[in-house]
C-alpha cells in the first residue's frame, strides 16, 4: 500500500472507530482542488445525515478529537474546516521523503501491484476485417484494448489479448466478386492488403441495386463457406493479403495478442451448433430463417442464419466463446467493440448464459472517430486508411522536427517523428472517454503545449536533458530541501499515481491516466520555469534533480500504460 492510500484508510479507519459504525468509506476521503485548502478533505454533509448532525456540530466534534487520530497517523499535521468539509493538512517534509523514496526505490515499478493474481482475463479487439481497409476508426479500437491490458496488467492481472479476424461473411465475397469481374489481369501493389481495400469500396459502389450482381455474390459466399472452387482458393490467396497487412501495423505499433482466432475456424462447427440449439429450444425457426427469440428477456430477436441459410455473427461467435472459456479457464472475457454492437453483445451474452456459462462476459464499448470534415465508411470510400494517416502525420512531424533541429541527420528525424505521430496516434485515441465521439486533428495532436502527447514526451525530454548534464546522488537526506510549495505539489500528484492506475483500471477508462499526466507535467513545467534546477544552492540542487528524475519515472512508466515511447531528445 502506498503512502497517501495507507493515510487515507488509516483516517477512514479511526473516523469509524471514534463512531463506533462503518460510516465513512475511501470515496469519502478526496483531494480539495486548492492547497490552501488542505491536503485530503472529508465531506461532512454526508456523514452528518447518516447520524442526524450538521456539518458545523460534527466538524468540531472531529476537530477536538484531532489529537487522537494525529497520535495514530505521523503524517498528519492540523485539521480544519471549510464550508461542510473537514481539511487534513499533512506534514509536507515526511510525506515528500516517503513518496520520492518510494519512486526512487522502485522506479519502473512504482505504483505496480506487487501480488499476481491467477485469475485470467481475456481481453478480444482488433477484430477487423479481412478484404477492407484498416482506417483510424480501428485505431481507436486497438489502442484501447492495448493500454487496458497493459493497464491490467501492471494491476497484477493475469491479461490475456487475443484477436478475432472476421475472414468470412458478404463482404468478403463483395471484395472477390469484384476482383474477378475487373481487376483479374492487374498488376498488383506491394501492398496488397490496401489494394483489396480499395476493391472492396468499388464493389460497395458497382453491387449496389444491382441485382444480378447480389445474386453473383451469394453463390460466391456459399462456395466459399462450402470451401470449393475458384472463388474458395482466390479467398485463401487473398485472406492472407490483408492478414499480412494487419501483421505489419501490428509490428510497427507495437501491438501484441497472445493469440488470433478467425472466423473460418468456426463457422462449421457453428452450423452444427445451431442445429443442436434448435433441438434444445433456444434457436427456433422463423419464415426460413433461424432466430433466437429473447423478447422475455427484453432482447428482441437475434437472426442466427437469414432465409438464403447464410450465416451471421452468432454462428462463429457463440463456438468461439466456448473454445476460449475451454482453452484459457477465464475469469472474465471481455470483448471491446464499437458500441453499435451493444444490444448484439447482451443477446450474444444471455444465449452464453442459456448454455451453462457463468463467468463474467464485459462489453467495452467506444464512440465513433471523426476527422474535422465528418464521419466516415468503408461503403462509400471516404475513409482515411492507416497508411494515408501514418503520412499524414510523420510528414508533418518531421517537418516541425527539422525546424527545431538543423543539426540533426535525417535518420534521426525520421526516427522522432515516427514516435511522436505514432504517441500523437495512441494519445488522441485514448485521452477521450470511450462514451465520447473523437474529431481527430492533426494539427493539435502535434502541438508541443497543450493535452497532447508531444506536450508529454518534450516534458520528459527536456528533463531528461537537465539530468543527463549533471550527476547527482540519490541520497535521501537531500530530500527535506524540497519545500517549496510548487514541489510539494508535484510531489502529491506524483503520490497519488498509484490510486490514479487503480481507478483507471477499475473503470477500464485509460483517459483518467492520461488525464492525470496532463496535470503532472503542467505542474512539472510550471515548476522549471519557477525555480532554479542546476544553478540552485548544492543541496537544493541535489534535492531537485532528484525531484525530476521521480517525475521521469512516473512519466515513462504512465506513457509505457498508455502504449506511448518516450524520447530522450525532441
Known sequence: ????????????????NYFKDELV???????PPRLDMGDLSLVLFKLGKKINKNPNELSQELISNFNKLKAKNKFLLSVFTSGSYLNFRLDKEKISQEVLRKILK?????????IRKSEKVMLEFSNVNTHKEYHIGHLRNVFYGDSLTRILK???????PVSYINDFGIHVAKTIWAFLEFHKD???????????????????????????????IKGIMKKIESREGEEYDLWKETREWSLDHFKKIYQELNINFIKTYYESDFIQEGFKLVNQLLEQKIFKKSEGAVIADLEKYNLGVLVILRSDGTATYPVADIPLAQAKF??????ESIYIVDKAQSLYFKQLFKILELLGYKEKKRHLAYDLVKLPSGKMSSRLGNTVTYEEFKDKLISKAFKETKKRHQDWDEEKIKKVSWEISKGAMKFEMLKVGSNQVITFD?????????????????????????????????????????????????????GKYPEIVNKTALNYNPSELAKYLFELAQLSNDFYHSLTILK???????????????????????LDLLGISVLEEM
Open 1 to 16: 500500500m502506498y503512502i497517501l492510500e495507507e493515510i487515507k484508510n488509516k483516517l477512514v479507519e479511526e473516523i469509524n
Open 25 to 31: 468509506s475511501l470515496e469519502d476521503i478526496n483531494y
Open 106 to 114: 522502485e522506479k519502473e515499478n512504482y505504483g505496480k501491484e506487487k
Open 154 to 160: 501492471f494491476q497484477g492481472k493475469n491479461a490475456l
Open 186 to 216: 492487374d498488376v498488383l501493389s506491394e501492398n496488397k492488403g490496401e489494394f483489396l481495400a480499395r476493391v472492396y469500396e468499388e464493389a460497395s459502389r458497382r453491387s449496389k441495386d444491382n441485382k444480378i450482381a447480389e445474386g453473383i
Open 326 to 331: 475451454k482453452d484459457y479457464k477465464l475469469k
Open 442 to 494: 492533426i494539427d493539435k495532436a502535434l502541438s508541443f503545449s497543450g493535452f497532447t502527447s508531444a506536450y508529454l514526451q518534450y516534458t520528459f525530454a527536456r528533463f531528461n536533458s537537465i539530468l543527463s548534464k549533471e550527476k547527482f546522488s540519490e541520497k535521501k537526506e537531500f530530500l527535506k530541501y524540497l519545500k517549496h510549495e510548487k514541489e510539494y505539489q508535484i510531489i502529491l500528484k506524483l
Open 536 to 558: 540552485a544552492e548544492n543541496n537544493f540542487k541535489e534535492a531537485r534533480l532528484a525531484l525530476i528524475q521521480s517525475i521521469n519515472h512516473v512519466l515513462k512508466n504512465a
